[in-house]
């Protein structure tokens, strides 16, 4: 009879962990977070891509909906896949002949680190994590075996990465630049090489065939980011980023990292240090996100963890591993208020004051101003309140207003919350112009009445809704820490003539540019 090892125990301990961290941790007062409404209301139309993103996250918010549509059925893809990320860790860290405290460190350092959070919101992040380091892992099996099912294994794992994240495509980068620049370059002649990465082609092909038929909408979220955030973005930051992402355990990385780099083992697998130092050069040069560069670290976490295990032996390995193992448990303890929200809105704020963070660069969001609350946090707030009352506003119209009413939102957010509220509400269908939004805008608009819910009042000047002869400000969010407080619930209602011209040559406008007429 098979016995089972204590490392598949130990892996098996942290997967479960993992799995239950969002049922577990997150404080009911939080809501989705404004990215999750988005994604699911690319669920209600499934199609083989979307202007913010592939097509694969949103069929997971369609089986949710399946499911029941509560935000339980949401976590779960989280959850799913980080608990599936700590089993290849495992994987990996026994594939390089690491032993249990090996499995136990690199499985530790994951579960403290910025993971934590990035597992609790249905955001591509969390599937960029999972690909890379399963990517990660038939690379380092190819480079042991020279088995070229391992190369089919990989070509098979980027397509489907590349229907969960485009940034995959910098992996893909520097792993073929990596493969160039090591002995494994005589695989790039071999045919099973690239028969493998024509699989993968061919798995994304269906989303590459679709951004080519909408005129690349990849290139135009893109535009955004650079003109709306990335232009905020500093290098220097993005550095530091590297080592907040993983604070608690960013030492085991780095001893990964210098074990690939340093030891005569690890040179072996040195095409993983060279995907990481690829990574890590495109998004200088591009100015990106700190973030965009997290899904690697769970692989030099797992050669960390066999790095550590070698450092001594005895019990000075047992003496060691307790210190390390409470070093990061207590820096993830100190720093958990801001990684997971799992006090209300008002503790969490009376903490940091505490903690005397209130001016710390943690609490500054994308506008480079202080807030109270981290802005993924406020970013979960007041979306219910929005949608009751704009629901609440919507009902007390007559019915024959409400056969003319047009619900819109101003930001894929409060699209998005009207959207997945609204259907228990009584809502009609929601519009906007905002995000993939622009892909459901009506051919026509005979609206007489605008229910429009929004952050920013439009400019007087505004070519649409100046021609309003009515303008009817009936409610407001309240919630104080949610980054939508004071948003406003508007009714328009007296157009003139001009109205629907305007408003029906926005939206062929908004949706020429993809070619959707």
């Given at each position: 009879?098979?016995?089972?090892?204590?490392?598949?125990?130990?892996?098996?301990?942290?997967?479960?962990?993992?799995?239950?961290?969002?049922?577990?941790?997150?404080?009911?007062?939080?809501?989705?977070?404004?990215?999750?409404?988005?994604?699911?209301?690319?669920?209600d139309?499934?199609?083989?891509?979307?202007?913010?993103?592939?097509?694969?996250?949103?069929?997971?918010?369609?089986?949710?909906?399946?499911?029941?549509?509560?935000?339980?059925?949401?976590?779960?893809?989280?959850?799913?896949?980080?608990?599936?990320?700590?089993?290849?860790?495992?994987?990996?860290?026994?594939?390089?002949k690491?032993?249990?405290?090996?499995?136990?460190?690199?499985?530790?350092?994951?579960?403290?680190?910025?993971?934590?959070?990035m597992?609790?919101?249905?955001?591509?992040?969390?599937?960029?994590?999972?690909?890379?380091?399963?990517?990660?892992?038939?690379?380092?099996?190819?480079?042991?075996?020279?088995?070229?099912?391992?190369?089919?294994?990989?070509?098979?794992?980027?397509?489907?990465?590349?229907?969960?994240?485009?940034?995959?495509?910098?992996?893909?980068i520097?792993?073929?630049?990596?493969?160039?620049?090591?002995?494994?370059?005589?695989?790039?002649?071999?045919?099973?090489?690239?028969?493998?990465?024509?699989?993968?082609?061919?798995?994304?092909?269906?989303n590459?065939?679709?951004?080519?038929?909408?005129?690349?909408?990849?290139?135009?979220?893109?535009?955004?980011?650079?003109?709306?955030?990335?232009?905020?973005?500093?290098?220097?930051?993005?550095?530091?980023?590297?080592?907040?992402?993983?604070?608690p355990?960013?030492?085991?990385?780095?001893?990964?990292?210098?074990?690939?780099?340093?030891?005569?083992?690890?040179?072996?697998?040195?095409i993983?240090?060279?995907?990481?130092?690829?990574?890590?050069?495109?998004?200088?040069?591009?100015?990106?996100?700190?973030?965009?560069?997290?899904?690697?670290?769970?692989?030099?976490?797992?050669?960390?963890?066999?790095?550590?295990?070698?450092?001594?032996?005895?019990?000075?390995?047992?003496?060691?591993?307790?210190?390390?193992?409470?070093?990061?448990?207590?820096?993830?303890?100190?720093?958990?208020?801001?990684?997971v929200?799992?006090?209300?809105?008002?503790?969490?704020?009376?903490?940091?004051?505490?903690i005397?963070?209130?001016?710390?660069?943690?609490?500054?969001?994308?506008?480079?101003?202080?807030?109270?609350?981290?802005?993924?946090?406020?970013?979960?707030?007041?979306?219910?309140?929005?949608?009751?009352?704009?629901?609440r506003?919507?009902?007390?119209?007559?019915?024959?207003?409400?056969?003319?009413?047009?619900?819109?939102?101003?930001?894929?957010?409060?699209?998005?919350?009207?959207?997945?509220?609204?259907?228990?509400?009584?809502?009609?269908?929601?519009?906007?112009?905002?995000?993939?939004?622009?892909?459901?805008?009506?051919?026509?608009?005979?609206?007489?009445y605008?229910?429009?819910?929004?952050?920013?009042?439009?400019?007087?000047?505004?070519?649409?809704?100046?021609?309003?002869?009515?303008?009817?400000?009936?409610?407001?969010?309240?919630?104080?820490?949610?980054?939508?407080?004071?948003?406003?619930?508007?009714?328009?209602?007296?157009?003139?003539?001009?109205?629907?011209?305007?408003?029906?040559?926005?939206?062929?406008?908004?949706?020429?540019?993809?070619?959707?007429?």
């Amino acid at each position: 009879m098979r016995t089972i090892s204590k490392s598949t125990y130990i892996i098996a301990a942290f997967a479960t962990i993992k799995f239950l961290v969002p049922f577990l941790l997150i404080h009911p007062e939080f809501e989705l977070h404004r990215d999750e409404y988005l994604y699911l209301a690319d669920a209600d139309h499934l199609a083989w891509g979307f202007i913010e993103m592939p097509p694969l996250l949103a069929v997971m918010g369609y089986i949710s909906k399946l499911l029941g549509g509560s935000v339980q059925s949401v976590y779960l893809w989280g959850s799913l896949f980080g608990a599936a990320t700590i089993i290849v860790i495992g994987k990996i860290v026994i594939q390089l002949k690491g032993n249990s405290t090996a499995v136990f460190i690199a499985c530790l350092s994951f579960l403290c680190s910025g993971f934590l959070r990035m597992n609790i919101l249905f955001q591509p992040n969390f599937l960029d994590v999972f690909f890379w380091t399963l990517s990660s892992y038939f690379i380092i099996c190819w480079i042991d075996t020279d088995d070229k099912k391992f190369l089919y294994y990989l070509g098979t794992c980027f397509g489907f990465a590349i229907l969960g994240k485009y940034t995959t495509a910098f992996y893909i980068i520097s792993f073929l630049a990596a493969v160039l620049l090591t002995g494994k370059r005589k695989w790039l002649l071999n045919p099973h090489f690239s028969y493998a990465m024509l699989l993968g082609l061919a798995i994304c092909s269906p989303n590459l065939i679709w951004q080519y038929q909408h005129h690349f909408p990849v290139l135009h979220h893109m535009n955004l980011l650079t003109t709306e955030q990335l232009r905020y973005n500093s290098r220097i930051d993005f550095l530091v980023n590297q080592l907040l992402i993983c604070l608690p355990s960013f030492f085991i990385w780095l001893g990964g990292l210098w074990y690939l780099l340093m030891k005569n083992d690890g040179r072996k697998h040195i095409i993983i240090a060279l995907v990481y130092i690829g990574i890590i050069t495109i998004l200088l040069y591009f100015n990106g996100k700190g973030y965009y560069a997290a899904a690697i670290y769970p692989t030099l976490m797992a050669f960390g963890g066999v790095w550590f295990s070698r450092l001594a032996q005895g019990k000075v390995r047992i003496g060691l591993t307790w210190f390390v193992s409470i070093f990061m448990l207590g820096i993830t303890t100190i720093t958990l208020p801001l990684i997971v929200p799992f006090m209300s809105p008002q503790k969490l704020v009376n903490f940091y004051k505490t903690i005397h963070v209130e001016k710390s660069s943690l609490l500054r969001w994308e506008d480079h101003l202080q807030h109270p609350l981290p802005q993924d946090f406020a970013d979960m707030l007041g979306w219910r309140e929005m949608a009751e009352k704009t629901a609440r506003v919507y009902r007390t119209l007559p019915d024959s207003v409400k056969a003319q009413t047009m619900v819109y939102g101003d930001n894929y957010g409060e699209a998005g919350a009207l959207s997945f509220y609204g259907k228990k509400l009584g809502l009609p269908e929601i519009f906007s112009d905002n995000a993939s939004y622009i892909f459901w805008l009506p051919d026509h608009f005979p609206q007489k009445y605008f229910l429009f819910a929004t952050y920013n009042l439009p400019d007087p000047d505004d070519s649409f809704f100046n021609h309003w002869g009515k303008r009817e400000i009936l409610d407001s969010v309240t919630q104080k820490y949610a980054r939508e407080y004071r948003a406003k619930i508007i009714l328009y209602s007296q157009p003139d003539d001009s109205v629907r011209i305007i408003a029906e040559q926005h939206m062929h406008e908004s949706q020429k540019q993809f070619h959707l007429k």
